[in-house]
């Protein structure tokens, strides 16, 4: 059974309202849940947040860039500008985009499959048409030199 943060904030929040200790709510909450439980840190952390008479368990509203920018959208967006123009750099991704510059490495790199050579992104993996034209244009130079052996080489 998947336990949500929220039901481990409820098991804390009884805790303390029992008067347990934050030692003893995070050794039963371990006893019971072992890798799931969550660690002393936040079991003190809650504990302070119960203490200052925080009562809603939720999690509360943050500011700033969602907390996962990287998204089939945004993905899209990156790849049709990388089409539209190959010598965009990363500062035009991030206005353009409205993500940071991690978001944009993870989402060139490993969504694309794209690098930069000569201000350029270009893909990193050949298809299978440009490995065998790679193969062909070597099987030409090598008759063409001779396998090496030629003095033109």
Known sequence: ??????????????????KISV????????EAFQDQAPSKCTVERW???????????????????PS?????????????LVREDSRINYEQFAE?????????????HDYLGVIRLAARWIPHYLFEM???ARVE?????LKKYKGGESKQV
Not at 23 to 30: R, Y
Not at 68 to 80: L, M, Q
């Open 1 to 18: 059974m998947e336990l949500e943060r929220r039901d481990f904030r409820a098991m804390m929040f009884y805790d303390f309202m029992r």
């Open 23 to 30: 030692e003893q709510s995070h050794d039963n909450l371990v």
């Open 47 to 65: 504990y302070l947040d119960f203490r200052r008479e925080r009562t809603s368990l939720q999690d509360e509203a943050r500011s700033g860039l």
């Open 68 to 80: 996962t920018a990287v998204t089939p959208e945004t993905i899209a967006a990156a790849e049709t």
């Open 96 to 108: 353009t985009l409205k993500i940071g510059k991690a978001a944009i490495n993870t989402i060139l």
């Open 130 to 132: 440009q490995l065998e």
């Open 137 to 141: 244009w070597c099987r030409f130079m």
